[in-house]
């Protein structure tokens, strides 16, 4: 299912029968477990280090000095046509002078434009008029992945900053992310561990192509174990903003399959999962991928099996072994998670970024080779 080396699930049974009541297979696979829960120890320790840089870098980075400035900040087309009261930074986010427009004749006056690439790609919208302002920096938002976002090659050399989920970003702002806590009274684990899930595996999709890869393991996982659809291709779904949470509660697992493989494109899927209590199983980048973002033992990733065959035994195993499945819920005790506001936090970031980085000039020049990269 995966290219080079493969990691073994995490949680296979421990069990210490003698040597004598045990297949060949069984006795090595026993073996090997040692290995594999040192190498999932060794990872989690370089997961805590790295993860602990990046909420840091999220959470504590300290706004500029009330003192300062604002920044004026446009945006020159709401995201996908759809217009959104424009947030105070303040009153939400706490951060400060940021004054957001959607205004265009205040172009001349602004500090920074933001633009969201895939409104501007057709070139159905114009862009602004030519030169800009001295020192007026453009900034380039995506949330899409390389593989949904046409006519990059247009914009080589157009952009100041970059704000998207990579966290290479100029501006860095993924789909979701942990937060350490010391007080476990609001983690994760207590917010879902008396959760008893009835149902076993759940996939919700609205973008159904039979080109996607998560459309061809769809169908081969299909054929050992039973999978409930849901969105345009399934059954419909509950109404409701929280409506995915809720259903996702009744699951012991849920598949968070992206639509394509690319570097750190890892979307709210696997979050919705994190905080319904489900155990997300990962088709997306590669699992040291997604170990910069979550704990190794936190998701099953389909490329820890040479088949899928041998993924659905394993979830099979979880669901008779309450011990196994614990394995992969007990680390959310000492976290909790957040997820943007798509796209009043994003402005407010764009905007904290903006004051703190004033005076400083910068290029994006290759930006297709950067973001496919």
Same mark, same amino acid.
């Given at each position: 299912?995966?290219?080079? *080396?493969?990691?073994?699930?995490?949680?296979?049974?421990? =069990? !210490?029968?003698?040597?004598?009541?045990?297949?060949?297979?069984?006795?090595? =696979?026993?073996?090997?477990?040692?290995?594999?829960?040192?190498?999932?120890?060794?990872?989690?320790?370089?997961?805590?280090?790295?993860?602990?840089?990046?909420?840091?870098? !999220?959470?504590?980075? +300290?706004?500029?000095?009330?003192?300062?400035?604002?920044? $004026?900040?446009?945006?020159?087309?709401? +995201?996908?046509? %759809?217009?959104?009261?424009?947030?105070?930074?303040?009153?939400?986010?706490?951060?400060?002078?940021?004054?957001? $427009?959607?205004?265009?004749?205040?172009?001349?006056?602004?500090?920074?434009?933001?633009?969201?690439?895939?409104?501007?790609?057709?070139?159905?919208? +114009?862009? /602004? +008029?030519?030169?800009?302002?001295?020192?007026?920096?453009?900034?380039?938002?995506?949330?899409?992945?390389?593989?949904?976002?046409?006519?990059?090659?247009?914009?080589?050399?157009?952009?100041? !900053? $970059?704000?998207?989920?990579?966290?290479?970003?100029?501006?860095?702002?993924?789909?979701?992310?942990?937060?350490?806590?010391?007080?476990?009274?609001?983690?994760?684990?207590?917010?879902?561990?008396?959760?008893?899930? *009835?149902?076993?595996?759940?996939?919700? @999709?609205?973008?159904? =192509?039979?080109?996607?890869?998560?459309?061809?393991?769809?169908?081969?996982?299909?054929?050992?174990?039973? @999978?409930?659809?849901?969105?345009?291709?399934?059954?419909?779904? /509950?109404?409701?903003?929280?409506?995915?949470?809720?259903?996702?509660?009744?699951?012991?697992?849920?598949?968070?399959?992206?639509?394509?493989?690319?570097?750190? #494109?890892?979307?709210?899927?696997?979050?919705?999962?994190? %905080?319904?209590?489900?155990? /997300?199983?990962?088709?997306?980048?590669?699992?040291?991928?997604?170990?910069?973002?979550?704990?190794?033992?936190?998701?099953?990733?389909?490329?820890?099996?040479?088949?899928?065959?041998? !993924?659905?035994?394993?979830?099979?195993?979880?669901?008779?072994? /309450?011990?196994?499945?614990?394995?992969?819920?007990?680390?959310?005790?000492? #976290?909790?998670?957040?997820?943007?506001?798509?796209?009043?936090?994003?402005?407010?970031?764009?905007?904290?970024?903006?004051?703190?980085?004033?005076?400083? $000039?910068?290029?994006?020049?290759?930006?297709?080779?950067?973001?496919?990269?």
């Amino acid at each position: 299912m995966g290219a080079g *080396v493969r990691r073994k699930p995490f949680g296979l049974s421990t =069990s !210490l029968t003698a040597h004598g009541n045990k297949t060949d297979t069984e006795w090595k =696979s026993d073996r090997a477990l040692n290995h594999v829960l040192c190498a999932l120890c060794t990872a989690t320790i370089c997961f805590l280090t790295v993860l602990g840089v990046s909420v840091l870098y !999220l959470q504590d980075t +300290p706004s500029p000095s009330p003192s300062l400035p604002p920044i $004026t900040l446009l945006v020159w087309v709401h +995201p996908f046509g %759809r217009f959104r009261p424009l947030p105070d930074c303040w009153e939400q986010y706490r951060i400060h002078g940021c004054m957001l $427009t959607d205004d265009k004749h205040a172009y001349r006056q602004a500090d920074a434009v933001i633009f969201h690439h895939r409104d501007i790609s057709t070139g159905d919208i +114009p862009m /602004p +008029p030519e030169p800009r302002p001295r020192s007026q920096k453009w900034i380039w938002m995506n949330h899409e992945s390389p593989s949904h976002s046409p006519g990059l090659w247009r914009f080589d050399g157009v952009f100041n !900053l $970059t704000l998207t989920y990579r966290t290479d970003s100029n501006i860095y702002l993924p789909y979701g992310y942990l937060i350490p806590r010391v007080n476990s009274a609001r983690s994760l684990y207590r917010a879902t561990s008396l959760r008893r899930p *009835v149902r076993l595996l759940a996939w919700v @999709i609205s973008n159904w =192509s039979e080109s996607h890869a998560r459309v061809s393991f769809y169908h081969k996982l299909r054929r050992h174990v039973n @999978i409930d659809v849901y969105g345009r291709a399934g059954m419909p779904l /509950p109404e409701g903003s929280e409506a995915v949470l809720g259903l996702l509660r009744q699951y012991m697992f849920y598949l968070a399959l992206e639509n394509s493989q690319h570097t750190d #494109y890892i979307t709210e899927k696997v979050w919705n999962a994190v %905080r319904a209590g489900a155990i /997300p199983v990962v088709l997306g980048p590669s699992r040291q991928n997604y170990e910069r973002f979550l704990p190794p033992e936190a998701f099953i990733h389909v490329d820890d099996f040479p088949t899928v065959r041998e !993924l659905a035994r394993y979830m099979h195993r979880l669901k008779r072994r /309450p011990a196994l499945t614990k394995r992969h819920l007990i680390w959310r005790q000492s #976290y909790s998670i957040h997820q943007p506001t798509f796209w009043s936090e994003h402005y407010c970031t764009a905007c904290k970024v903006l004051r703190r980085t004033r005076g400083q $000039t910068s290029e994006v020049h290759r930006l297709q080779d950067w973001f496919y990269s």
